[in-house]
């Protein structure tokens, strides 16, 4: 072979050769490149993950913080509706729609009776000044109250009679005086509504007694006056 054909063979080798580390080197890169692409996709599907959740939770609070909002709404709206009770003449409580008296039991009744006291009358026509003066458009009702001891000698059924006929006594007291009986309520609680517990005498003294509501028929019914 000559020199020239020798030559030309080894230029040939070295292109071969030149060629084949290119294509190591490209594929080297395009495999680097693949895996560094592969960890780039999964840290945006990562991202995208995360701001779907990010999503969801800003969603859930939009929704919780709109609830919370409504709430707020309807309690200032109950607030601006309610009515703050009038002034009460003096020993009378304020309520809603009106004022309210409480006299105990025995300064109006004898124990186990129904019959009005003389004393009590006296009292009583103080409370129709009120009621016909501060009160006179709204509604009377009369609540009996006793303690928790069981009737052994009165004769009535219960303490829930006890309580009824007293607050008849004193709606019919107030009948007398003038107040229509239109505006006129009598119930009996008997021992189911005690102020406190009827665990001493006092407490039980306290629990008996009659209280006296004027209050708006609207308030307590509903119904217009």
């Known amino acids: 072979m000559d020199r020239r054909a020798m030559l030309t063979v080894t230029l040939s080798l070295l292109v071969v050769m030149t060629t084949g580390c290119a294509s190591r080197g490209n594929r080297n890169k395009i495999t680097a490149l693949q895996s560094r692409n592969a960890v780039l996709t999964d840290q945006l599907n990562r991202g ?6 990010a999503m969801r939770e800003r969603d859930d609070f939009n929704t ?6 409504a709430e707020i709404n309807g309690l200032r709206g109950q607030l601006a509706q ?3 009770p009038e002034p ?15 006299i105990e039991g025995n300064v109006l009744f004898s124990p186990g009776k129904v019959t009005l006291r003389k004393n009590a009358r006296r009292t009583l026509d103080g409370i129709v000044s009120i009621i016909e003066g501060e009160y006179v458009s709204k509604d009377i009702l009369v609540f009996g109250h006793t303690d928790n001891r069981p009737i052994k000698k009165s004769g009535w059924a219960d303490n829930w009679q006890l309580s009824a006929e007293r607050s ?8 007398e005086r003038g107040v229509q009986p239109s505006r006129l309520v009598a119930a009996g609680c008997g021992e189911h509504r005690s102020r406190v517990p009827n665990n001493s005498e006092p407490n039980r003294s306290a629990n008996r007694r009659v209280e006296i509501f004027a209050i708006d028929a ?8």
């Not at 995208?48 to 959740?53: A, C, P």
């Not at 919780?64 to 909002?69: H, T």
């Open 48 to 53: 995208y993950s995360d701001l779907e959740s």
């Open 168 to 175: 008849l006594a004193v709606v019919r007291f107030l009948r």
């Open 218 to 225: 609207q308030a307590w019914t509903g119904r217009a006056p």
């Open 82 to 84: 309610r009515v703050d």
């Open 88 to 102: 009460a003449p003096p020993g009378w409580t304020a309520v809603p729609g009106g004022a309210m008296i409480a």
């Open 64 to 69: 919780r913080l709109s609830s919370a909002l």
